[in-house]
């Protein structure tokens, strides 16, 4: 009986800890209306779903862990074949949301909020 109430005492902190775990959210919205590439830590995105209003284009992760990531963006002419190319790196906090924008001169402007 007493290694039942200790397994489930265990499981009812396990389940607590795990249900109140913060997942920080990151949005990257990118304005243009050419063709776009998005690479997070040398990973390809495909950007055909998450197109959003007035020519931009807004992709969002949550699965993405603490620390420092590389974002790099890549848009190409589809008329002239003339890529620009933007590379910045950025820190990911525990809760703590973050959205980056790139506008169309190609700066990465971001900026960070706390989800409560």
Do not use: C
């Amino acid at each position: 009986m007493k290694k039942l109430f200790i397994f489930v005492i265990s499981l009812l902190t396990a389940f607590s800890v795990y249900a109140n775990e913060i997942v920080s959210a990151v949005t990257i919205s990118v304005s243009g209306n050419k063709n776009l590439q998005i690479s997070v830590d040398g990973r390809d995105y495909n950007l055909n779903s998450n197109t959003g209003a007035g020519n931009k284009t807004i992709i969002a992760f949550s699965n993405l862990a603490m620390g420092q990531h590389a974002l790099q963006v890549t848009r190409t002419d589809l008329i002239t074949n003339r890529s620009d190319r933007i590379s910045t790196t950025f820190n990911l906090r525990d809760g703590y949301d973050m959205l980056i924008k790139v506008n169309k001169e190609n700066r990465a402007l971001g900026k960070s909020g706390s989800d409560e």
